[in-house]
């Protein structure tokens, strides 16, 4: 079992930045692939960022490359989503989720944080 908490979220004008943090608890947090997913108010929750459990590789959605970076460390059992050139579509609540597999699939995750709310103003 683990258990994941955002935080990070806040009030931003479009082109600036935010770095979301996701605190784990849980001894085997280092053997978890980690997602960052974001659900705006009537949409569907949809698939931001990943991270493999080492760390090594990542993928992201189109719509945030060059823009989003995720990382993680292992050692404070917290994984990061660095948000620059923020858009005011980037508005929603983020989560972020933890999972057996390396996927951009919200279904494949088994553990998620409560969210975190990101607004960005134009």
């Known amino acids: 079992q683990v258990q994941l908490v955002e935080s990070g979220g806040g009030l931003v004008q479009a082109g600036g930045s935010l770095r979301l943090s996701c605190a784990a608890s849980g001894r085997t947090f280092s053997s978890y692939a980690m997602g960052w997913f974001r659900q705006a108010p009537g949409k569907e929750r949809e698939f931001v960022s990943a991270?493999?459990?080492?760390?090594?590789?990542?993928l992201n959605a189109n719509s945030v490359k060059g823009r989003f970076t995720i990382s993680r460390d292992n050692a404070k059992k917290t994984v990061y989503l660095q948000m620059n050139s923020l858009k005011p579509e980037d508005t929603a609540v983020y989560y972020c989720?933890?999972?057996?597999?390396?996927?951009?699939?919200?279904?494949?995750?088994?553990?998620w944080g409560q969210g975190t709310q990101v607004t960005v103003s134009s």
């Open positions: 989720a933890a999972g057996s597999r390396w996927a951009s699939s919200a279904r494949l995750y088994d553990y």
């Open positions: 991270i493999t459990s080492s760390g090594g590789n990542t």
